[in-house]
C-alpha cells in the first residue's frame, strides 16, 4: 500500500489540489445557484397582493430618495394635520391602496412642480448613485400620490354643513 502511494504522490497531490480549489473557489458560487432567491420570500398579503421582500426593499429605498428631497415620507398626512408616523410597510401599503384608487401622480407633473436647480440636484444625485434620475421623481409622484389619497380621504370624512345642522 505504501509502495502505491510513493509511486502515485504527485498525481494524489495534484487530485485533491483541484478539489480543494472546486471546492473553496466553486463553493460560493455553488450555494448561491442552488440557494432560493432572498428578494422573493414573501413576507406578508395584503388585499392589494403579496408583498415580498422585493417590494419592501424598494419601498424602502424610495423612501430615502423621498427623505432627499426634504418630504417626510413618514409622515404623509402632516399637510393636513395628521401627524402620524408611519415605518416601511405602511408606506407600501398606502402606496399600493392609492394606486388601486386611481391615485397616480405623472412624473412629468413632478418634474413641472420643480425649480430647475433642484431638477439639477436630482440629476447629480442620480449619477452619483449610478441610478437614473426618473427613479427620484417617481419616488416622489409616488409620495404626492399617497398624499393625494389621504386628503380625499380626509375630505370625505369631514361631514357638510347640512350634515351638522341636522
Do not use: C
Not at 480543494?20 to 442552488?34: E, R
Not at 428578494?39 to 424602502?60: M, N, P, T
Not at 413618514?74 to 408606506?91: D, H, K, Q, R, W
Amino acid at each position: 500500500m505504501m509502495k502505491w502511494f510513493r509511486k502515485h504522490n504527485k498525481m494524489l497531490l495534484v487530485i485533491f489540489m483541484v478539489a480543494l480549489m472546486i471546492v473553496f473557489v466553486g463553493g460560493t458560487a455553488l450555494q448561491s445557484l442552488l440557494s432560493p432567491d432572498q428578494l422573493a420570500v414573501k413576507i406578508a398579503k395584503s388585499k392589494f397582493g403579496e408583498i415580498r421582500q422585493r417590494d419592501y426593499v424598494q419601498a424602502f429605498n424610495a423612501s430615502g430618495r423621498v427623505q432627499d428631497f426634504g418630504y417626510r415620507w413618514n409622515m404623509p398626512g402632516a399637510a393636513i394635520g395628521v401627524p402620524t408616523e408611519i415605518g416601511i410597510m405602511e408606506y407600501l401599503l398606502l402606496l399600493r391602496e392609492a394606486r388601486a384608487n386611481g391615485f397616480n401622480t405623472p412624473i412629468d407633473t413632478v418634474k413641472a412642480d420643480m425649480d430647475p436647480r433642484i431638477r439639477a440636484r436630482v440629476e447629480q444625485m442620480a449619477y452619483d448613485q449610478n441610478v437614473h434620475e426618473n427613479i427620484y421623481y417617481q419616488a416622489v409622484a409616488d409620495f404626492r400620490s399617497i398624499q393625494s389619497a389621504i386628503m380625499d380621504t380626509a375630505r370625505a370624512s369631514i361631514p357638510s354643513e347640512a350634515e351638522v345642522r341636522s
